[in-house]
């Protein structure tokens, strides 16, 4: 089955400063990678996603890169604010049989931005 | 619009006890899902049903059991609860398909077995 590798665990910036978190994966058929974001008490929620046949795709200060030969994926956040804190999960997904697509989660960064 | 809701959202039971955990979904998504997360595990998924009266295994499934006897409502069932099953559990539903893989998550039930 698929593996997810997320780094890294936690991650502090200052207020302003830019965050990168990278991920990678094992299952060479995985086309969908979606990331979320976890605020305390709360669950998680899609904040950006790319497909296998896109390298970039940009929403505002966060972005997403893939790099299919060598299976990794990063989310970029810039001018990184206090209400960016939270944790941080990526994800990876590809058809596992009978209908389903099923998402593979990596373990989560917890990101803390410091004013 | 509710999207994904989750009864109760904090239990206490004790070993041995049981208790079925409810996932409500208003969207007409086709596919659900139940997550457990723990701490420094990230997700991991226990059971899903691909459509109303389907169920599947997924990554955890031992201790748990699940029914989709309607499209919208998916239920996890712990039949005798162990301390190992204290976690925080999570519903997920989505589209069917391949071209919306966007899973909508509920808020989660904190469930704690002494």
């Known amino acids: 089955g698929e593996n997810v590798e997320q780094h890294p665990s936690t991650l502090s910036v200052q207020e302003g400063d830019s965050a990168v978190i990278k991920c990678t994966y094992s299952?060479?058929?995985?086309?969908?990678f979606p990331w979320y974001k976890q605020e305390l008490g709360k669950g998680p929620q899609l904040i950006i996603d790319?497909?296998?046949?896109?390298g970039e795709k940009k929403d505002q200060r966060i972005a997403v890169t893939l790099n299919k030969t060598a299976k990794h994926f990063s989310l970029h956040i810039t001018e990184t604010q206090p209400e960016d804190s939270a944790v941080y999960f990526c994800?990876?997904?590809?058809?596992?049989?009978?209908?389903?697509?099923?998402?593979?989660f990596g373990k989560g960064t917890k990101l803390s931005v410091i004013p | 619009n509710a999207g994904v809701t989750q009864t109760p959202k904090f239990r206490v039971l004790k070993t041995g006890q049981s208790m079925t955990l409810l996932c409500a979904q208003d969207?007409?998504?086709?596919?659900m899902y139940w997550y457990r997360q723990d701490p420094g595990m990230g997700l991991r998924l226990i059971h899903y049903?691909?459509?109303?009266?389907?169920?599947a295994k997924g990554e955890v499934p031992d201790g748990y059991n699940v029914s989709r006897l309607k499209k919208q409502n998916f239920l996890l069932g712990l039949e005798s609860a162990a301390p190992s099953q204290t976690s925080v559990y999570f519903c997920?539903?989505?589209?069917?398909?391949?071209?919306?893989?966007?899973?909508?998550f509920g808020a989660g039930t904190r469930l704690s077995v002494l």
């Open positions: 997920a539903s989505r589209f069917g398909g391949v071209a919306k893989n966007i899973q909508y």
């Open positions: 969207m007409n998504h086709e596919y």
């Open positions: 049903s691909v459509g109303e009266g389907t169920t």
């Open positions: 299952d060479s058929a995985s086309n969908y």
């Open positions: 994800a990876a997904s590809a058809y596992s049989g009978a209908g389903s697509y099923q998402l593979t």
């Open positions: 790319i497909r296998s046949n896109v």
